[in-house]
Structures are given as C-alpha cells and as structure tokens.
Nanobody, 121 residues
Framework: QVQLVESGGGLVQAGGSLRLSCVASGTIFSITAMGWHRQAPGKQRELVASITSGGRTNYADSVKGRFTISRDNAKNTVYLQMNSLKPEDTAVYYC???????????????WGQGTQVTVSS
C-alpha cells in the first residue's frame, strides 16, 4: 500500500556533501513525522534527524550544524542534506515516516529499504 524509496547515497571523501531523498507513495491520507535513521556495522540503528508536518526539526547531537532535514509536503518527500561528512557518518541510512493511509485512517510507521553512505578518510 505504501512505499518509501530512498536515493542519493554513495561514496564521498571526508569533508564532502551528499543529499538524500525519500519519496513516499501509495494510498496516503496524510504524513505526520518523517525522519532519517542510520545503522553502522556492528551498531544499533540510531535517529539522525526528524521533522514534523509543521516543520519542527530534531537532530542527533553528532550531526547538529552539519546535516539539515527538510520536507516537501506536496511531494511526500523528505530530504537530508549532509555537509562536512566524516568517516564516522558511514552507515546505511533509512527513511521512515508515520503515515495515515486512506483506509483504515490509522497511523503506522513505514521504513525505506536503506541507502548506503560511505565516507572515506
């Protein structure tokens, strides 16, 4: 019914930038919160950034000042602009969203398949 598809990952040198995108599609009534998580090898998945439908944002301390989350509600899309990337940012980045589908009009969490970000030193 609902799909989240990420794009924009890749290999970049330390200090470089990448922009991730995530598009939600399907029988969507509305989307409340959207966000990005990441999981590095051998580590737990962690929240990177989130944004509400009203634009209120939240960031992990490790990315504050370097990453910016934004969304286009008309396009059901969330973005993550990542600047000043560090090798420790290397991880699989997952998009997630709390979506209310047309039926049964109840919120549910959805996840994308993940996109690899690799930062070389």
């Amino acid at each position: 019914q609902v799909q989240l598809v990420e794009s924009g990952g890749g290999l970049v040198q330390a200090g470089g930038s990448l922009r991730l995108s995530c598009v939600a599609s399907g029988t969507i009534f509305s989307i409340t919160a959207m966000g990005w998580h990441r999981q590095a090898p051998g580590k737990q998945r962690e929240l990177v950034a989130s944004i509400t439908s009203g634009g209120r944002t939240n960031y992990a301390d490790s990315v504050k000042g370097r990453f910016t989350i934004s969304r286009d509600n008309a396009k059901n899309t969330v973005y993550l602009q990542m600047n000043s990337l560090k090798p420790e940012d290397t991880a699989v980045y997952y998009c997630n969203a709390e979506i209310i589908v047309v039926l049964p009009l109840l919120p549910k969490d959805y996840w994308g398949q993940g996109t690899q970000v690799t930062v070389s030193s």
